[in-house]
């Protein structure tokens, strides 16, 4: 299993976060939001549920910091959109 690390507004897999052969970025939007604007693994680290398991990281943040996402990146707009498992941390559209 990969380490996942925190860096600021990101999680990453690697000895830096300059050098990470994963990340997920994520930006702080108003007081009660984060925005995913950013999720990236090598193709040494393809196939190994990575992607899922950043998303994962952020998800649980917001949950403990009571705040939305909004998924702007492909990956996390796929994977968290008509999924009831986020539906309590999905940003809702106005």
Do not use: W
């Amino acid at each position: 299993m990969q380490e996942i690390k925190r860096d600021h507004h990101r999680f990453y897999i690697g000895e830096s976060a300059e050098s990470a052969t994963a990340e997920i970025t994520f930006v702080p939007t108003g007081d009660d939001k984060y925005t995913i604007d950013h999720t990236y693994v090598s193709e040494t680290l393809r196939g190994q549920g990575i992607a899922q398991m950043l998303l994962n990281q952020v998800v649980e943040l917001a949950r403990r910091e009571n705040k939305k996402i909004i998924p702007l990146c492909s990956y996390a707009k796929k994977v968290m959109t008509g999924n009831k498992e986020y539906e309590d941390v999905l940003a809702k559209n106005k």
